[in-house]
């Protein structure tokens, strides 16, 4: 029977290839666009090489403080990092580091516009830089305030040529430091990890960061397993609500929470002081982002396969009067529609492949590698499945419901 | 012969309510790109207030959050400032908060008569009108007289004059900036639109800066004016002096030409996206409708030959098609039309000027109508070609 409906349904497509090509233009390219979209916010949220471990691990990048005349949201100084998050109990390592500056660099007469970051030691068991050449500073080496760097690769070959970097020194900012470690490239998507040169946080002109409750520090903490995100984070709470106010009038209220990247995105767009779920809220807004755009190619499919139907009518009234029923029929069409849809998903998904390569190689977003992992590609296959039967199902029920008399007589009422 | 057509697009509603709603969709996709596009452009060629060629933003990396700068960083910056001004390179110096292309702004929010009125603000020094070349067109600048003015001096651009304090002069006017805190406007400036080319115009409230940090904190930009011709490697001499005489400062410098380009870029990404993501969905909607009226015309044969038989000449049958398709853009259009219209109800004028919204709105009634005509071009053509016997034969 199956392979019967599946007979059908190959010589139905292959009768009217120009309606056939329009649905599988349709379907396919909004699969890629969908599967495009999907695959930069994979990138973005999803824990990936060097932020590998950032599936047990919780950050801290934006702090508010509010009163009754308003407030700041800013980054967090260290100030604040280093009196409510270091040594949470739950915590195995806690890292404290500088935002990545834009910053630049004289080297030989050229200037070289580049990114530094000053971290302390734990930043480097946290994350998981591979070394080409060297290895990280140590938290020793933030203690002493060692004028020590680590720099990417592509840094390396702009500052030095193709040869290995370790031992030589870059002047940046004023400072001078000695490479000891070489790394790969890092997307700046990254949050935490991203940056051109990372250098000791002790090495910053002045302690001032120190007494700053506001800076440009952050926070990464790495729990023993996912399970003990909720433990962490009431110990964090329970810190807070023990928060020492300097001036109760202006600011009574603090914010700040330890963030997945996903709920850190969300904190920012949603807005640091809203009194709603954030992540939830930014998981309905990129749904309903999708649904809209999906709203047109699913009507437009619907009217063509309502079209479709008609032009079958005759067929329809022989197997209705042939005592077919319903069901079957709603069934056949459906199933129709879906093999369609699984074709069209098959060429989006070769095409958000070929879409996904240019992305990386024209470099839209420096160093990011944009690929479909399993995760996406079943995303898009249930995307393009749940399309076929929504723009199935409806030219199906007015197919069924089709008077076998004037269906016989091919026509439409 | 509109009535005609009306009863028959209405015996095929179940059918055409969905072209109707593909059409209005499309509608709402085309108007959102082209206005864009639209306010875009028109902001291109607007006048933006200031002249960034041959600046420079020398951005310090000192707390900003604070409310007060301490007078030791005051004091650091004016040494950094008075050695950048005896450099024979440079044109002038001043200090900015939040200067022109830069992605960071400061804004407030105040209700006047029941409506809100938001000001961006800006925190620059005396000198700042002459490096960013700002045209007064009412009062005057900043100047030193203003150290012993009891209230702080302030400077509008012409878009804030108009919409804080109406026709009345501004100059002279007070303006509550906290609570029991008053700001005296000196002087009007030309519309300043802070992103350049690509912002919409909005009220601008420059507020003195004193170079004593008297009235709280001092911006972390030094903007530069070169003279003319001065070589980029001129950065590097600048960088280093800067370095030896404030090394507990990191600083980068950055030229505003680039700023600009980033900025640019920044808000043009959305609207290219947009219109690749528009042209996708219209080329699809365009071949959907194609592919209806076709078949809308194959199941039609025997009423259309009808006609034919009758007498109904071949150009009729042709016009016949095209007004019912027509008819269709034109009632899904009005839906479209009535529901965008609500927008400035919405505040949609504070992101959009009303004439590239007007714009935006036949702009897309246009490409609606001219698309659907041509979908239904061929499909008519063929109708419009049936042979009045065979027609009638058909099953």
């Given at each position: ?112 516009e ?17 070394f ?60 935490a ?82 009194k ?87 470099e ?35 197919m069924?419901?089709?008077?076998p ?9 | ?80 400032i ?24 400061s ?18 020094t ?18 030193a007289?203003?150290?012993?003015a009891?209230?702080?001096?302030l ?32 002087g ?34 030094i ?16 960088a ?7 090394p507990?400062?990191?600083?980068r ?12 870029r ?9 219109g ?14 194609t ?54 109800i ?50």
């Open positions: 029977m199956l392979t019967n409906y599946l007979k059908v349904a190959l010589k139905v497509l292959g009768r009217r290839k120009f309606f056939t090509f329009i649905s599988l233009f349709g379907i396919s390219l909004t699969l890629v666009v969908l599967m495009v979209a999907a695959a930069i916010l994979d990138n973005v949220f999803a824990p990936r090489q060097p932020e590998s471990r950032f599936d047990r691990v919780l950050g801290l990048y934006v702090f508010g403080m509010y009163g009754p005349n308003g407030g700041i949201t800013s980054s967090p100084g260290y100030k604040f990092l280093d009196r409510y998050v270091r040594g949470l109990p739950s915590a195995e390592k806690t890292s404290l580091f500088t935002s990545q500056s834009p910053i630049v660099m004289y080297h030989d007469g050229r200037k070289v580049t990114h530094l970051r000053r971290t302390d030691g734990a930043y480097w068991q946290i994350l998981d830089l591979q080409l050449e060297g290895g990280p500073f140590t938290e020793q080496d933030n203690q002493n305030a060692s004028f020590v760097a680590v720099i990417t690769d592509d840094m390396r070959r702009k500052l030095y040529g193709d040869v290995p970097a370790v031992g030589k020194t870059l002047d940046v900012d004023g400072q001078r430091f000695r490479v000891v470690g070489v790394v790969p490239p890092v997307s700046i998507t990254r949050l990890a991203f940056s051109e040169i990372w250098a000791p946080v002790r090495t910053l002109k002045s302690s001032d960061y120190e007494r700053q409750m506001f800076g440009n520090f952050a926070a990464i903490v790495q729990a023993r397993s996912r399970a003990d995100f909720p433990k962490l984070r009431s110990e964090f709470e329970q810190r807070m609500a023990h928060f020492v106010f300097d001036d109760p009038k202006t600011y009574n209220r603090v914010e700040a929470g330890l963030d997945t990247p996903f709920e850190l995105a969300a904190r920012s767009m949603v807005g640091n002081d809203a709603v779920d954030r992540a939830t809220t930014l998981r309905l807004i990129i749904l309903l982002a999708a649904l809209l755009f999906v709203t047109l190619p699913t009507m437009n499919l619907i009217s063509i396969n309502l079209s479709r139907i008609m032009e079958r009518a005759s067929e329809i009234g022989v197997r209705k009067a042939f005592g077919a029923s319903s069901r079957a029929l709603i069934g056949q069409f459906v199933m129709e529609n879906v093999l369609l849809t699984i074709v069209g998903g098959a060429i989006g998904f070769v095409l958000s492949l070929v879409a996904l390569d240019a992305l990386t190689r024209i839209i977003i420096p160093y990011a590698i944009f690929e479909v992992n399993l995760r996406i590609f079943a995303y898009g296959m249930l995307i393009a499945a749940l399309f076929g039967i929504i723009s199935g199902v409806y030219p199906a029920w007015r069924s419901r089709m008077n008399v004037n269906a016989l007589r091919g026509g439409a009422a | 012969m509109i009535k005609h057509l009306l009863k028959l697009v209405w015996n095929r509603k179940r059918a055409n309510a969905l072209i109707v709603g593909e059409i209005f969709v499309s509608f709402l996709v085309i108007f959102a790109v082209l206005t864009g596009a639209i306010t875009l452009i028109g902001g291109w060629r607007a006048p933006i207030g200031f002249d960034y060629r041959n600046v420079w933003d020398v951005r310090m990396d000192f707390d900003n959050a604070q409310e007060q700068t301490s007078p030791e960083m005051a004091a650091t910056v004016m040494r950094m008075a050695e950048v001004r005896a450099m024979p390179e440079v044109e002038s110096a001043a200090i900015s908060t939040t200067p022109p292309y830069s992605f960071s702004t804004e407030g929010t105040r209700t006047i008569n029941g409506r809100e009125v938001s000001v961006l603000f800006d925190d620059v005396d000198d700042f009108a002459e490096v960013m070349k700002l045209k007064v067109v009412r009062g005057r600048w900043f100047n007289t203003d150290d012993a009891q209230q702080q001096p400077v509008l651009d012409t878009n804030a004059a108009r919409d804080l304090f109406g026709e009345a002069d501004p100059v002279g006017q007070k303006w509550e900036l906290d609570e029991n805190q008053f700001g005296v406007v000196v009007v400036v030309s519309s300043y639109r802070k992103s350049g080319e690509v912002s919409m115009p909005a009220n601008m409230m420059f507020r003195r800066s004193a170079p004593n940090g008297r009235y709280g904190r001092l911006g972390n930009h903007l530069v004016r070169l003279r003319p011709g001065t070589p980029a490697v001129f950065e590097e001499k600048l280093a002096r800067l370095h030896s005489v404030a507990n400062v990191s600083f410098v950055r030229h505003m030409e680039l700023m600009r380009d980033s900025m640019v920044t808000r043009l990404a959305p609207i290219i996206i947009g690749i993501v528009g042209v996708f969905l219209i080329s699809m909607v365009a071949l959907g409708l592919g209806v009226l076709w078949q809308n015309v194959t199941t039609r044969t025997r009423e259309l030959g009808l006609r034919r038989a009758m007498g109904a000449s071949g150009g009729a049958v042709h016009r016949q098609i095209l007004g019912e398709v027509a008819l269709l853009a034109t009632v899904a259009l009005l839906v479209g039309v009535i529901v965008v219209a609500q927008l400035p919405l505040g949609a004028f504070s992101i959009v000027t009303p004439s590239s919204f007007t714009a935006g709105i036949l702009g897309a009634l246009a490409t609606i109508y001219a698309l659907t005509v041509l979908c239904g071009l061929y499909p008519s053509w063929l109708a419009s070609r049936l042979q009045p016997a065979d027609a009638l034969r058909y099953e």
